[in-house]
């Protein structure tokens, strides 16, 4: 079976197996990773050890801090502009799918939001390209979505925004490829796509913005007050740490994030190339801006649409229908799944086009979407 969900999905099998192995007794001492005061020696271990890896894999330079906090990216939509509006309440916003939407709703009650660019008049096919953007030089940050995962588009490269910070949600893309932290003020991610269990959230900031938070800002999520106590204001989600910690081990035993782009750039043109091949599918998304990682297409003729995703289950190729959002079907391949279920897929898809080709039930209408 090959699980193709947008998060919480598949995981690295032999991950799972170390935390069954070491779930009744962590390296011999007797205890479960679950039973651990988040104060011992031994948690404080898994979580340096977790920070250290996790640092050893983004090359990350000495002015950048890793909390690890929680709530989700959705709640750091709003903690993210709580903690960097506190000197200067505006900031631009580029807005190209359903989680930078959500980004901006949440950060208009903390201040002024400026759509820098837009691509919703193309119903979101595409990242504006930046010669048509209006930054505001005075904003405390830029924030873009480095990856829509509803959507499938994905930034191919960095924006320039000058003296202004750019602030990006990495949530399902961080650690499937590679990226230049530096040219960053900050990053968030939540877990559930590469890193580790839903709720558990990346926040990785550069050292001078760690003073910006409003007087609003609650202790447990000041991302100053955070990391000046090492992420430990209040109990860390011990579990999901260690789990996180697990991940980027094994990241680092399969040669590092990049060795995981390429397998990723791999997959991802697998299934595109069939998409482009056959007329039976399209992807609307611009090609130099799609997604590696939620691969997002329809079938021209929409009717068959949940005939095809009940025969990809009976074929064991489950968790494909797309986001509510965009409709139709979302291949997400991340790093855990193999090239071998991508295989499954463009197989299983190649064999429904052939049966259905010409047997198509007519729906009026639907040539141009
Ligand atoms: C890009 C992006 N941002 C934010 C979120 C929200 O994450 P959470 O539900 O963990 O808050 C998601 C969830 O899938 C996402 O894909």
């Given at each position: 079976?090959?699980n ?25 001492t ?29 090359g ?7 909390l ?13 502009a ?50 048509g ?32 910070p ?6 399902s893309d ?41 007087d609003?800002t ?14 430990r204001?209040n ?85 494909l ?19 071998a ?6 197989g299983?898809m ?20």
């Open positions: 079976m090959f193709f969900a947008s998060g919480p999905g598949m995981w690295p099998g032999e991950v799972l197996e170390q935390a069954r192995n070491e779930w009744f007794d962590w390296d011999g007797g205890m479960s990773v679950l039973e651990m005061p988040f104060t011992s020696d031994e948690f404080k271990s898994i979580a340096r050890r977790a920070r250290d890896d996790l640092q050893a894999l983004l990350l330079p000495e002015n950048y801090r890793i690890f906090m929680q709530g989700g990216a959705y709640a750091h939509f709003a903690l993210l709580m903690n960097l509006m506190g000197k200067n309440a505006c900031a631009d916003y580029v807005q190209t799918g359903h989680w930078s939407n959500r980004a901006i709703i949440e950060a208009k009650r903390y201040g002024q939001v400026t759509i820098a660019a837009s691509s919703k008049a193309t119903g979101f096919d595409c990242i504006p390209a930046q010669s953007w209006h930054l505001n030089p005075a904003a405390a940050y830029c924030h873009i979505t480095s990856n829509e995962t509803a959507n499938g588009v994905q930034f191919h490269w960095t924006p320039d925004t000058g003296a202004v750019l602030v990006a949600d990495v949530t961080f650690l499937a490829r590679e990226i230049d932290i530096s040219r960053y003020g900050m990053v968030y991610a939540s877990a559930q796509k590469n890193i580790g269990p839903a709720g558990l959230t990346l926040v990785i900031i550069r050292e001078d913005l760690l003073d910006q938070a409003m609003i609650p202790a447990v999520f000041n991302y100053g007050f955070q990391a000046k106590n090492d992420s204001v109990t860390q989600p011990t579990y999901s740490l260690y789990l996180a910690s697990l991940i980027f081990a094994w990241i680092l035993r399969q040669g590092g994030v990049a060795t995981l782009e390429s397998l990723n750039r791999q997959k991802s043109r697998k299934l595109y190339d069939l998409i482009d091949a056959d007329d039976f599918y399209f992807c609307p998304v611009a090609e130099a801006d799609r997604s590696l990682v939620n691969v997002c297409f329809y079938l021209r003729e929409p009717a068959l649409e949940a005939r095809f995703l009940e025969n990809a289950e009976q074929a064991g190729l489950i968790h229908k797309g986001h509510g959002a965009a409709g139709g079907i979302r291949a997400s391949l991340y790093n855990a799944m193999p090239v279920g991508v295989e499954a897929l463009t299983f190649q064999s429904f086009a052939d049966t259905w080709r010409d047997r198509a039930p007519r729906t009026t209408g639907t040539a141009a979407r």
